[in-house]
């Protein structure tokens, strides 16, 4: 282990603050990879650079609906990643709070409070859960039914490129049943006028599962006997079109195409606690209600600190029933390596997917050979 003790410009602003503090972390991360062999470049940050870069500004960037953001704010975390990728190590950040209580600072809004951190256990079950994964190992994996097809799931998701020069760009996220993620950039999608929600064109969203499938067999040898592919905006025929072809050059005949997003439904059950986790609500010929988060019978109770926020699922061209894709969803929020919550609220394609998208921001496209195709990169 090495310990990096530096003096960085507190006088500097927004984004000259967090280039400076980036360049200095990965040219250590630099001497390490080249002077020893790490799994995992641990970053530990200093209180200071943090104090300092909240007194800058740093953070907040605009999302693909937000129009009217203001000019882009660089992000340390996602600068860092997209970085220090090139050395090939997965990178584990670790705030002051991590390791030393009296760090904490106080609440933005209520500046006579100090934040709220984890207990001890539920921190060091997070971070050396993600230290194990991103040193190699796999922590768990979905359950699966021998009689099953060999499946992979595909979250596709989009974001702004980091000079807002275009509207969108699409990614994917390729996962299999031991939650191994496939990273995949695409090519620029565009806002409809009709829905007002990106999408792809016809041999844009085939060329994007077409690599996905390739990265997948690169990694597998094989191709999956079965495509589920979540996606954060609902599909035109354009879309459709080019994903079934892609599905059926590589002769995969089983597909599921499904929209993800947010419900403005609720649902109310008699009692204290929201409706149970796994409930799910036919609203029409192909639009589903579930809650991916919600009350637990085994716990007696709610494990959580607000009204949970079910998931509005499409069936846009399936060949599994309803039920059978709601519980992959609900299997797929189990997957997230990055903490110990049993029941995330969007299942791991959509949320790596989302992820993946801000830091690949920051990798420019005529550099897509820097892109790991793992997801210990980007969490």
């Known amino acids: ?10 006088g500097s602003k927004g984004n000259a603050l967090v280039s400076e503090a980036v360049d200095i972390f990965v040219a250590e991360f630099r001497y390490l990879v080249e002077n020893s062999n790490p799994d995992v470049l641990i970053c530990a940050l200093p209180l200071p650079l943090l104090e300092a870069m909240d007194a800058a500004g740093e953070g907040g960037e605009p999302t693909a609906d937000d129009d009217d953001a203001p ?23 670790i705030l002051p709070t991590t390791y030393d209580k009296s760090t904490r600072r106080r609440q933005k809004t209520r500046p006579s ?3 709220e951190i984890q207990d001890e256990a539920t921190i060091a079950w997070n971070l050396y859960t993600a230290l194990y994964y ?13 009689s099953q097809l060999t499946a992979c799931y595909i979250g596709v998701s989009f974001y702004k490129t ?7 760009t699409s990614i994917a996220q390729v996962f299999n049943q031991r939650g191994e993620g496939v990273i995949v950039r695409g090519g620029a999608a565009k806002v409809s006028k009709e829905d007002r929600q990106p999408h792809l064109s016809r041999e844009d969203a085939r060329k994007l599962l077409s690599q996905a499938l390739d990265r997948y067999r690169d990694v597998h040898r094989n191709f999956p006997a079965r495509i589920v592919l979540h996606k954060t905006s609902t599909y035109n025929h354009e879309e459709l079109d080019g994903f079934r072809e892609a599905a059926e050059h ?12 947010e419900s403005p439904t609720r649902l109310f059950r008699n009692g204290e606690y929201p409706p149970l986790r796994g409930t799910l609500w036919h609203l029409d010929g192909r639009s589903y209600v579930l809650y991916t988060r919600g009350g637990v019978d085994f716990f007696e109770t709610y494990p959580g600190l607000y009204v949970p926020m079910p998931l509005l699922f499409r069936c846009e061209a399936v060949a599994e029933t309803p039920k059978a894709l709601a519980q992959e ?13 049993f029941d995330g609220r969007e299942p791991i394609t959509v949320r790596a997917a989302r992820q993946v998208g801000s830091i690949l921001r920051y990798i420019p496209e005529d550099e897509d050979d820097r892109i790991e195709p793992r997801y210990s990169f980007y969490m």
Do not use: E
């Not at 000019?71 to 950040?93: C, D, Y």
């Not at 991103?134 to 021998?146: C, E, F, H, Q, T």
């Not at 980091?162 to 969108?168: A, H």
């Open 134 to 146: 991103k040193a190699g190992g796999i922590p768990w994996r979905l359950i699966r039914d021998p």
């Open 1 to 10: 282990m090495s310990n990096l003790i530096v003096t960085f410009h507190t």
């Open 113 to 115: 409070k100090v934040r």
């Open 71 to 93: 000019r882009t704010r660089l992000n340390f975390h996602h600068l860092l990643k997209a970085r220090a990728m090139g050395l090939k190590k997965p990178v584990q950040i």
């Open 162 to 168: 980091l000079d807002l020069s275009k509207v969108m």
């Open 329 to 341: 969803l609900l299997g797929l929020t189990k997957m997230n390596w990055n903490n110990t919550q």
């Open 250 to 261: 590589n002769r995969i005949d089983y597909y599921d195409f499904i929209s993800v997003g």
